[in-house]
T-cell receptor, first 113, second 113 residues
Framework: DQQVKQNSPSLSVQEGRISILNCDYT??????FLWYKKYPAEGPTFLIS?????DKNEDGRFTVFLNKSAKHLSLHIVPSQPGDSAVYFC????????????FGGGTRLMVKP | EPEVTQTPSHQVTQMGQEVILRCVPI?????FYWYRQILGQKVEFLVS????????KSEIFDDQFSVERPDGSNFTLKIRSTKLEDSAMYFC???????????FGDGTRLSIL
């Protein structure tokens, strides 16, 4: 099942710079997209989401961009902080399928001081 | 901040035995979900549950699996006769509705011997 893909398994960024995490999807029926952050031995923590009727949503240091024509989603973190170091998952939801989330494989972000 | 609570954190069970995983949702959440993550693989959807019935289930959620909300607070996942391949981290998630984020517990690590 490759409906949601995160092609970069890891990303290293200097503190204070921008982190850009990318996600691609294949199912044009997805109608809601989310980003989660995960630390070892914890569950995914919700960060930010976007409905398919929008192309941008911002919450503090986090901005999610949605390009429906390209079936591409990205998360921008500005400025990046060492505490942002974690694995980031994108997920896509289908309302007509019980709101089930389909997850990408994750990108490990390392923010260096 | 309210959180989803899962018990036990780790369950070790002999193959063929029944296991029940428990989840206490955030109090005003009415939508409930189970996901699992096999080591090294993506987080996978199992089932969604609303208004005391299953809304959607995946191919993984076969006759060996069941869910219920026995007392109006706990939300449980039962595996009737466990198999080695059921070994995984099982996450409960709850939410307030469609197009709203799902909030995850820290998971139960299930080890089948």
């Amino acid at each position: 099942d490759q409906q949601v893909k995160q092609n970069s398994p890891s990303l290293s960024v200097q503190e204070g710079r921008i982190s850009i995490l990318n996600c691609d999807y294949t199912n044009s029926m997805f109608d809601y997209f989310l980003w989660y952050k995960k630390y070892p031995a914890e569950g995914p923590t919700f960060l930010i989401s976007i409905s398919s009727i929008k192309d941008k949503n911002e919450d503090g240091r986090f901005t999610v961009f949605l390009n429906k024509s390209a079936k591409h989603l990205s998360l921008h973190i500005v400025p990046s902080q060492p505490g942002d170091s974690a694995v980031y998952f994108c997920a896509a939801s289908l309302y007509n399928a019980g709101n089930m989330l389909t997850f990408g494989g994750g990108t490990r972000l390392m923010v260096k001081p | 901040e309210p959180e989803v609570t899962q018990t036990p954190s780790h369950q070790v069970t002999q193959m063929g035995q029944e296991v029940i995983l428990r989840c206490v949702p955030i109090s005003n959440h009415l939508y409930f979900y189970w996901y699992r993550q096999i080591l090294g693989q993506k987080v996978e959807f199992l089932v969604s549950f609303y208004n005391n019935e299953i809304s959607e289930k995946s191919e993984i959620f076969d006759d060996q699996f069941s869910v219920e909300r026995p007392d109006g607070s706990n939300f449980t996942l039962k595996i009737r006769s466990t198999k080695l391949e059921d070994s995984a981290m099982y996450f409960c998630a709850t939410g307030t509705g469609p197009f709203q984020p799902q909030h995850f517990g820290d998971g139960t690590r299930l080890s089948i011997l």
